[in-house]
DNA sequence: GCTTTAATCAAACGTTCGTTCAAATATAAT
DNA sequence: ATTATATTTGAACGAACGTTTGATTAAAGC
């Protein structure tokens, strides 16, 4: 019982910060409001998390163990990269659509301006690259090419997470309502958008 | 000379908010250390803005008249939409390398919990969309697929601008210099993997 | 020269910020 | 039952927050 109030509390806070991080951006949230949301005494965030930033980098890190999951489970090195990239996506698609809102604290709410997390996050960025830049490579891509392995790397997941930051943006201009039929044609869509568009790439590159 | 003078004043807030929020997010700046980069009193915000949110209005609105110009000059129905595209990618890796602050403080700065901000952000998208939707209609997709529609013009703009962002991170991962040559081949990559994505797409869609 | 308007200034308003600390309560171990 | 450890509390710290005010200086119109 005590080591399961402890660990609720703990979890509050994070729940609590994760969701406030997604909608007002790090620097927009006061830890009295995380507080109070996760309905414990203020003291328990230094507590806990040694202050504020210690919660992001749970956050961070929570993510990017679980993005590195999601990218890894993907890969097959028994199939055809194609079906791979297509696993990948739709796996990416539907982990972000699941943790929204950790995904969105971990990517777009970062307070860059503090080196202590732009580290951290460069390093789990440059882990998580590792693996999609394997794939990259089957599909046809050179490995030493670093300018074209950058941005198939950075695009698969800017677009994913892009998109759920401007869901509500996208709502209004266009009429949409983004259901299981939408998500199903949104991965459809993105893969196709990749797997054609590396190949094509891959092909002028023979030239 | 006066003239001068409150031109400069004014200007001055706006270049010092604009790199500031660019690094650091809308709510990570303070009007302190707005006046203070701007060497300006800091009721001089209050007088030229309204406000703190007063200058990010000013700031939204700067960034997407030069967007929304940026992409129309890039279409011309006299030439094949292939070429258009990549003169429209083209303008935009040029505008948004060249105005980089204006660019992040416009995009990824975005205090999007605040209405007023939202709506206004709503409006200028829905704006810039109308532009591209038309050139990547003319590359086969259907205009009346909004799924297809919403994405590709979404993620157009969110790769770009995420490549900006998170520069500094990409430096640290890869070992890249962001010179001329490496955004030639930036440019050259982001057209091939649209125009042959966009093509590859159209194509299945006859299916 | 005088009046009107625009621009700049220092100072203060009341809030909220993140963090700390000692005291109090609850749980676990002996 | 008592000690030790873990959790929670309320109060306070100084600093920074965005905004407003009234006075002061500069410029323009007449």
């Known amino acids: ?3 399961m109030q402890k660990k609720e509390a703990r979890q509050r806070i994070l729940d609590a910060a994760t969701s406030l991080f997604s909608k007002k951006g790090y620097a927009g949230v006061g830890v009295r409001e995380i507080a109070k949301t996760a309905d414990v005494n203020i003291s328990m ?5 040694q202050g504020k930033v210690g919660i992001l980098k749970e956050i961070i890190d929570a993510f990017h163990d679980a993005y590195h999951r999601v990218i890894m489970d993907g890969i097959d090195e028994h199939k055809p990269p194609e079906e791979c990239m297509r696993s990948v996506i739709r796996n990416l698609v539907h982990f972000i659509r699941t943790h ?4 969105m604290a971990a990517i777009h709410a970062l307070p860059l301006d503090i080196p202590e997390i732009a580290e951290r996050k460069a390093e789990r960025v440059s882990e ?3 693996g999609i830049n394997g794939l990259v490579a089957r599909l046809g891509l050179d490995p030493h090419d670093v300018v074209q392995m950058s941005i198939v790397g950075q695009a698969l997941i800017s677009i994913i997470a892009t998109h759920f930051r401007l869901r509500s943006i996208q709502e209004h201009v266009f009429d949409i309502e983004f259901d299981d039929a939408f998500y199903e044609r949104y991965t459809e869509t993105i893969s196709a958008l990749f797997i ?7 092909a002028e590159n023979q030239n």
Chains 1, 2 share one sequence.
Request: charged share 20%.
């Open 100 to 103: 929204t809102e950790l995904a």
């Open 45 to 49: 965030i230094s507590y806990y998390f």
């Open 128 to 130: 998580a690259f590792e």
């Open 196 to 202: 054609d568009g590396i190949t094509g790439m891959a």
């Open 1 to 3: 019982m005590s080591e």
